[in-house]
């Protein structure tokens, strides 16, 4: 299995741990005197970067949370002049102002670095033709994945998102070998190129590197299938870098941390405390190297948990499992606790339906309706009511028994869901309304 960089991939843990620690000793100091946030935090808190001791001392400092990165906006965060920042991205936020992150030189060769590991561990190599069908702009991923696919010597289609079918024009006529985008994208483009009537075999795809939004073991399953290729999971965030902070290798169990850049940590949502390795909690990453803006234990809001088993692979990086979700994107409905991934992985299982959901969210008076939309194969579909209506039983009995709780469901016709290029809109909450 290749391996980037194997000294730093394959460091043992003590060496590690050591990096760690005089790292974010620096980082520390490093926001303390440069951004004025950490210099207050810091002073409320009795906080001296000198005196943090040993990774654990760590767990004393505050957390950075979105809405403070928010009400930075746009540049308070940032712990150099703007003469050393040579790019700026922000968030994707949906609500409010976004976040805006900047980098250094230094910050973009590490980027790179990351995602050479990345794509390395994915099984790219200098001989790939690589698709980056990310949108190239203010998100993260187009440029994010470039450098680093042009850093390990790979064939760069900067493509970016949308138009499908001069994306499965230029994947046939360019012999793509590597697919960059969102797993929900993916599926869109088997798709589309299922209708457009091009065989998997016309195509050269080998592997696809897909993140950016959770997806489930069942979806990996249908996208390997349908586009024949080997797909990993790759996941990041802006405020901390973008793509690139963990990747999943061939093992495909869990994505390894690049920790020699930053520190994960897992704590319970509701106390803030820290839980053990293997126990689901909200992520919390240090960035450890970050020139522009150095970001100390950022609450992520991404639900998973840490494996520190080694892995076969050789890698001693820790993983993380796959999100299940966001702590802010899960629903309480009728009291009940539901991540959309626990619906999808019940839809991507039956043959009757394609993985193309949405869950609409209403309240009747003081109860909550969830409504499943999912859409009908087309071998399945019929004009007859009376299957539909027992697909639809079967699958209100299936999400009965997975979760505990009773759902409505709507059929619908095949592709009568909206695709998106990039990330999916897989809920709509329309009780935030009332
Ligand atoms: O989505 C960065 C990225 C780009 C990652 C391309 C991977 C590939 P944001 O737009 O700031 O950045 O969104 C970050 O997306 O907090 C997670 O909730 C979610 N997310 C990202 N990757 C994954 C993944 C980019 N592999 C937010 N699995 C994060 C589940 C993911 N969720």
Redesign the pocket.
Known sequence: MLIWNPPVETMPRNELLSLQLERLRTIMRHAYDNVPFYKKVFDENGVVPEHIKSLKDLQTVPFTTKAQMQASYPYNMFAVPMEKVVRIHS??GTTGKPTVVGYTRNDLDNWSELIARLLTAAGVTRNDIIQIS?GYGM???GF??HYGAEKVGATVIPVSSGNTDRQLMIMRDFKTTGLVCTPSYAIYLAEAMQEANIKRDELHLRVGMF?????TESMRVEIESRLGISAT???????VM??GVSMECQVKKG?HISEDHFIAEIIDPETGKNLPNGTMGELVLTTLTKEAIPVIRYR???ITCLLDEPCACGRTFVRMC??QG?SDDMLIIRGVNVFPSQIETVLVEMEETDPHYQLVITREGALDELEIKVEVNEAFFSDEMRQMREIEEKIRQKIKNALGLSAKIKLVEPKSIERSTG?AKRVVDLRKKS
Do not use: H, Q, V
């Open positions: 968030s994707s990310f998100f993260t991923g994010g994945l993140g950016a939004e959770p997806w999971d790759n996941y990041g965030l802006s405020e973008g793509p994505m992520t809001r991404d796959k999100p966001r990330k």
